[in-house]
């Protein structure tokens, strides 16, 4: 039998955005042009990128790192949202997910440069708060201010917040049910065409192999996985992970391998999924409080 117009047909568009790659996977009829909405997707996560990179130094956060204590910035929207997510999802945690590590996470090689012994113990030596209390946000007039000399890093939000915009522009589009991710962060709109929920699967954390340890089916729901065995940094001998431990401004010394988070949306799924690597299973209550499912997986798992 031929096919018609209405026959849905799988699409797969991916690009370049943040370091790595994103991707969507949905399906359409099949006189549906992806042309349009490929283009649309590129250009909601290059805008994420341009707002909230520290590697570009146009990048709208490098510009309100660079301004001074008691200066307001004007920020653009999009930013201000993740600021906003990124401070409450900090004050709800208690202060485990800190978007003010920002000195931290390039002291010890995670930013543009090399890690650095000097930064590294200015870093360690801080006497920090949290973020939450040092940025101030005005959101009516768009507007931040830091109240110390704060820097900010969205590396632990801003992929997850590209994930969400690549869903919501699917939405724009017409496109009701699909998979799209950044990475290791994924947001399922609906179900396939089979009834059945999007197929994720759950890494082992190898340093060695990219195998599954699991898999869920994830429906109207994201899903976000941080560990300390794909990005570390050898200083001095010893591998740290990329996970700073906001109260002591250095790698985390003890965490699980990895931590598994489903949320209502890829912004949160992100940030809590460092908070929690943070926590340990501690976590776990303020999980139930705000209603995420997390699964924490040790490092016996690796063997």
């Not at 978007?99 to 920090?128: C, H, P, Q, Y």
């Not at 699980?256 to 299973?281: H, Q």
């Amino acid at each position: 039998m031929p096919k018609t117009s209405t026959d849905l047909a799988r699409h797969a568009l991916n690009g370049p955005t943040m370091g790595t790659r994103w991707s969507a996977l949905f399906h359409m009829p099949g006189d549906f042009e992806t042309t349009e909405v490929h283009a649309a997707m590129a250009d909601a996560v290059a805008e994420v990128d341009r707002q909230m990179s520290i590697w570009k130094p146009e990048s709208d956060l490098n510009r309100l790192n660079a301004a001074c204590s008691g200066e307001w910035v004007v920020l653009p929207e999009q930013l201000m949202q993740v600021l906003q997510a990124g401070l409450a999802i900090g004050k709800a945690s208690g202060g485990a997910f800190d978007i003010g590590m920002g000195d931290a996470v390039a002291a010890w090689g995670f930013g543009v440069a090399e890690a650095d012994e000097t930064a590294i113990n200015i870093a360690r030596l801080a006497r920090r708060k949290p973020a939450h209390d040092m940025l101030e946000l005005d959101p009516a007039n768009l507007r931040a201010c830091k109240h110390a000399g704060i820097r900010i890093d969205l590396n632990g939000i801003a992929k997850g917040y590209g994930v969400d915009r690549l869903a919501q522009t699917a939405s724009q589009h017409g496109i009701e049910a699909g998979l799209f991710a950044i990475d290791g962060e994924l947001r399922a709109l609906g179900r396939q065409p089979n009834g059945r929920g999007w197929a994720i699967a759950v890494e082992k954390p190898d340093r060695h192999e990219r195998a599954p340890h699991s898999i869920i089916e994830l429906e109207d729901a994201a899903v976000a996985t941080s560990g300390d065995y794909r990005h570390w940094v050898d200083v001095g001998g010893h591998r740290f992970s990329h996970t700073m431990d906001p109260r002591l401004g250095m790698p985390l010394k003890q965490s699980p391998a990895s931590v598994t988070v489903i949320a209502g949306d890829c912004t949160s799924a992100d940030a809590w999924a460092t908070a929690m690597m943070v926590l340990g299973e501690a976590g776990l209550s303020h999980a139930e409080q705000v209603g995420l499912s997390v699964l924490f997986l040790p490092h016996d798992q690796m063997k």
